[in-house]
């Protein structure tokens, strides 16, 4: 049984409604510090949009609206002072489709670091060649660095999308089904790649791969219809689960 | 069966004459164009300003009309093109997307490229002598401006609208600020379709004789600032077509086989240059 860790991100009665249709109802949890929590459930469960509060992309939601705090850090990241690209800035974040910004692979790791200040070109090489390495991605690409990225495949394009969220140094990144897009292959990569930067970084992975989330996560939380069911230390939710709910995702009573 | 593969062959039919249809109408433009313009195009149909007897049939040009109507096209471009980017990234980027305004902004674009032109002419005529202005390469380009507005909106909105939301959270999510999103990824990634938007409105604005039959006026000479008249090639089409001397009606013709020129370089620089700005595009 590993010691319990330090809390990262803490959710205290999260509810957020779409245009008066509830999405997310009185959520709570304490994401752990360093760790991969994995968000699992059906679908609708509610699990993006939990994972779009803790960067406020939820924001972009025409007719939302969102009660309850998000700390990080010990910032709210709801309150009306907290500057939102300050928040971002903290998270890098992966999608389910790789979506590469319409420049070079250079440029989209260099994006990041270039809107927060960095012209120094030294630096952004610097920068540029670090991230990529750290990705898996660079040995692949330092020849090209002036192509587009849309010359890349899927599976590479994803972990550019990976060392673009790194290189504006994040302390958490957030995954949405970051494989589900990707062949075997390319998934394994990103799985394991989230395996080596598990000790720097707070991962908080959505998934509707079970043994995905069997794979990855320390730290599992179990959604449904728009309820957290269920959150704990992997081992204890997939070996004996408490509610009725969780029981049957796991055993595939539903999915 | 037998019905089935009738209408199929019925339409494939129908489809040809239409295709047909549209080369005809083509090729009789550009044919009666070439036919009757050929004989009277020169040298100094190009490079020449009309002397004084030139709609009588003296020597001359439409050099006048030529560098008058890009001068007032130019114009009009520029100055829609800086109202029309901040609009339509405020509508895609900025504002909620089934937000009022953003509804009563498109429908009220789609009305204003339906607005002929002669009332954009007459408005801008209006406007004209409310501001103290006389009839201008300004009075034009204002005129002008207006005309393609609307036309320059719709065509940057449909392609900013293509640019997926998730390309601009990507953005979001690294902390930028709207306005990078809106410049750097957004914009960027529409920019091949923003130049043709820009270009397609330089060439309607350049063939538009209505809207500056008023408001830019018509001059044998080039003009030398924006306060003094404008000729256009438009405008020397219609009055040289109104001639009862042959030469000068055939000259009508050079000058629309002008223009037509100009059209059609604009819209290849259109395409080359879309193609190449399109290399980073993410499809």
Redesign the interface.
Known sequence: MPEPSTTHISVRNLSVHYGGQPALKNVSVNIPDRKITAVLGPSGCGKTTFLRCLNRLVDTVDGVSVSGQVLVDGEDLFDPAAEVTHIRKKMGLLSQRPYPLPMSIYDNVAYGPRIHGQSDRGELDALVEHHLKLAGLWDEVKGRLRAPATSLSIGQQQRLCLARGLAVGPEIILADEPTSALDPISSAHIEGKFKELRDQYTIVIVTHILRQARRLADYVIFMYMGELVEHGPAAEVFNAPREKQTREYISGVIS | MNRRSAEESIFKGLMGLSFLAILAALATIVGTVVWKGLPAMNWDMLTKTPSGGFYLGGSGGVLNAIVGSLYLAGGATVASSCLALPIVLGLNVYA????RLVTFTRFSMDVLAGVPSIVFGAVGYVLMVALGLKASLLAGIIAVALLILPIMIKAMDEVVRLV????A?????????RL?TAF??VA??A?PGLATAVLIAFGRGVGDAASVLFTAGFTDNIPDSLMSPAATLPLAVFFQLGSNLPEVQERAYAAALILMAMILIVSLVTRELSRRLS?????
Do not use: F, I
């Open positions: 909620r997307r089934a937000s997926p939301q998730e390309m959270e990507a953005s979001a999510a690294l902390g930028a600020t990078e750097l990824v960027r990634q920019l290399r980073h595009n993410v499809r």
